[in-house]
T-cell receptor, first 115, second 110 residues
């Protein structure tokens, strides 16, 4: 099966600019996650979708971050305006099983550098 | 507050030896614990899952233990190879939510 696809792979922007990341999960996977991974740290959950509904966005900085999954498949994550501390890798993951022990399938992420 | 600690930032061992990585947690009651491998520039890849009522799980050269009394999981790679060099992440899972540690970088020297 094809894996989780993310684009772009790299993005460099100046602070206060906006940026968007795209994710296409594994076909048929209902649950989609966005994680932020700062260098040297583990992934930190930003938002979780079940189909096109938000399950958990408690860690999403909603004043600048937004995410959507309109048709329950692809998802976009947007940052506007970006800050220096947003420099990180943004990982998308999906699971297809409703069991809570399902492993996460990650994409290779988008590395964002804010200057 | 919840805290997950993985042992020392980097672990260096000789090829053929057993690598042992630790994952300790506080203020958390995970139903499951997962281990992932992450290579530079790549996303994490799932390796093993162990449930709270399981003591040990094995898969080829990998072994995971889970002690809910000590609030600790140990991850062993036996007969280590240079290709095992990577960062290993533990993740505590409860109610569908995975919380990751910061990982341990393992280097296996030939």
């Amino acid at each position: 099966e094809a894996g989780v696809a993310q684009s772009p792979r790299y993005k460099i922007i100046e602070k206060r600019q906006s940026v968007a990341f795209w994710c296409n999960p594994i076909s048929g996977h209902a649950t989609l996650y966005w994680y932020q991974q700062i260098l040297g740290q583990g992934p930190k959950l930003l938002i979780q979708f079940q189909n096109n509904g938000v399950v958990d966005d408690s860690q999403l900085p909603k004043d600048r971050f937004s995410a959507e999954r309109l048709k329950g498949v692809d998802s976009t994550l947007k940052i506007q305006p970006a800050k220096l501390e947003d420099s990180a890798v943004y990982l998308c993951a999906s699971t297809g099983n409703s069991n809570y022990n399902s492993p996460l399938h990650f994409g290779n992420g988008t590395r964002l550098t804010v200057t | 507050s919840q805290k997950i600690e993985q042992n020392s930032e980097a672990l260096n061992i000789q090829e053929g030896k057993t690598a042992t990585l630790t994952c300790n947690y506080t203020n958390y009651s995970p139903a499951y614990l997962q281990w992932y491998r992450q290579d530079p520039g790549r996303g994490p890849v799932f390796l093993l899952l162990i449930r709270e009522n399981e003591k040990e799980k094995r898969k080829e050269r990998l072994k995971v233990t889970f002690d809910t009394t000590l609030k600790q999981s140990l991850f062993h790679i036996t007969a280590s190879q240079p290709a095992d060099s990577a960062t290993y992440l533990c993740a505590l899972v409860n109610a569908g939510k995975s919380t990751f540690g910061d990982g341990t970088t393992l280097t296996v020297k030939p």
